[in-house]
């Protein structure tokens, strides 16, 4: 058996005809549309993805240790055995068998939660969907580190909210800077609804919070009465040691926490999950019951059924030890190739590097000479709302086997080479952008525009 087959060529070729690039309601969309655009990342996607060319750009999860044979038998026997209930309606906030191992799962983390204060949503994209749209008015604002997840810089801008960014260094979030941010803002008359963060293994500037930095940043959004919303995809997947204890497992008033499946099982289930205050929980199930009546059911059983049926913290360390390998990789790779002036984040888990070019260098104008040389990365400036971020690029190191990595960042290493010659050679004509540290120098947008 394998997956249907889409239209053949006859049938594409009939529905394209009728296809027209004339947008008839084009003055009819709601002015949220405006700031819609397809990410950077997904415009590349089309030619990322041809075999000649090494992609250090997307983010996509590496699945191919799961043993398929484990997971194809307990949905197997999910089907067979609770199959009516699996494909039935559920409840809005998901269903008790997941939420009871998702708290199993955060205690690994140091989180002691409640089932009870679980919702779960369509992967951890949708929790953050839900908490802006239960927060957020157009017009307020929302803390982000400097750079932050395109993903959630779509949804802050989805529901007009202005993104403020608040500069990083090697350990995450800069607690002066939040100060500073919020105390100006506020004195702005500003709304500041909450503060965004990754503490682990950060997407994309693969960095992490110390343990005191948490506990300094909390201490920060206590005196200034912040919301802090925890996003941690990747904690679990740190390559030394054991697990910085959640920001949420310190402060469970304040703290609201998005945790996904996508990356220590598998992406495709799209099951991921917000921990709440109680009364933030019961806005979110009305959210969410709006949004989706409920999250997908089957899914919820599959998860809860691999869980049960499986060695997850076993395959989790698989995974582990395979990214690890991956990371090594491409920082041999970096060390042996980067011409001088370029400098780079060494993430201790997770899946991506940041890099800082030498001066003068732009990573979006140099984008389509890479892909020239057959090989792809995120610019830095998809991970600012604000335009800045030309001198940065993210490198991913989770998909390609260690060669290929290897041979991503010679070629990338020649590229940047080259461009450097030619700015020596010719000048570059722009200012170059300040990088205090390989996270760079924050400033206000539009100072240090390339
Ligand atoms: C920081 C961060 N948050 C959230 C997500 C969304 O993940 P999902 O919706 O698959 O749980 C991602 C995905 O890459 C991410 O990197």
Redesign the pocket.
Request: glycine letters at 24%.
């Given at each position: 058996m394998s997956l249907p087959s889409t239209p053949g060529a006859a049938g594409l070729e009939r529905l394209q005809r009728r296809d027209t690039r004339l947008d008839n309601y084009v003055d009819r969309y709601a002015a949220r549309t405006h700031g819609m655009t397809a990410s950077a990342i997904r415009a590349l996607f089309s030619v990322a993805n041809r075999p000649e060319v090494v992609s250090l750009a997307g983010?996509m999860p590496n699945i191919a240790d799961l043993p398929l044979d484990v997971v194809g038998e307990s949905l197997h026997t999910l089907v067979t055995q609770s199959g009516r209930q699996a494909m039935q309606y559920g409840s809005g906030q998901g269903e008790p068998v997941i939420r009871e191992a998702i708290c199993e799962v955060m205690r690994l983390e140091g989180i002691a939660a409640h089932p009870d204060d679980v919702t779960v949503t369509v992967?951890?994209?949708q929790g953050?969907d839900l908490v802006t749209r239960i927060f957020c008015d157009p017009g307020d604002v929302v803390l982000c580190e400097a750079p932050s997840?395109v993903?959630?810089l779509g949804v802050f801008r989805a529901y007009q909210c202005e993104v403020a960014h608040v500069a990083m260094d090697e350990q995450g979030l800069d607690p002066q800077a939040l100060r500073e941010a919020v105390a100006a803002l506020r004195s702005a008359g500003r709304t500041v609804k909450f503060l965004y963060t990754?503490p682990n293994f950060h997407?994309p500037a693969g960095v992490s919070q110390s343990l005191e930095r948490r506990t300094e940043i909390l201490r920060i959004a206590e005196e200034a009465d912040l919301l802090v919303v925890e996003?941690n995809?990747y904690g679990l997947l740190g390559f030394e040691g054991e697990p910085t204890p959640a920001m949420r497992s310190m402060d469970a008033d304040r703290v609201v926490y998005l945790g996904?499946f996508?990356k220590t099982f598998a992406?495709g289930f799209r099951i991921?999950w917000v921990l709440a205050p109680h009364a933030v929980r019961e806005k979110l199930v009305l959210a969410q019951e709006s949004a989706t009546l409920c999250p997908p059911v089957f899914s919820q059983f599959a998860v809860a059924a691999y869980l049960a049926n499986h060695d997850w913290r076993g395959q989790i360390k698989v995974f582990r030890e395979m990214y690890r390998e991956r990371r090594d990789a491409m920082l041999a790779g970096l060390a042996d190739h980067m011409p001088t002036g370029t400098s780079w984040t060494v993430p201790a888990g997770g899946f991506f590097v940041w890099a800082t070019l030498p001066p003068g260098l732009d990573s979006h104008a140099m984008l389509a000479r890479a892909v020239t040389a057959r090989v792809a990365y995120v610019p830095g400036t998809a991970f600012f709302a604000d335009g800045f971020g030309s001198r940065f690029m993210r490198l991913s190191y989770c998909f390609p086997t260690p060669e290929r990595i290897l041979e991503g960042t010679r070629r990338l290493g020649e590229v940047l080479q080259y461009e450097a010659s030619v700015n020596e050679t010719f000048g570059t004509g722009v200012e170059a952008a300040p990088a205090r540290s390989a996270l760079g120098t924050y400033e206000a947008p539009g100072a240090n525009q390339n």
């Open positions: 983010g992967g951890s994209q953050l997840y993903g959630a990754i997407n996003d995809p996904s996508s992406p991921g």
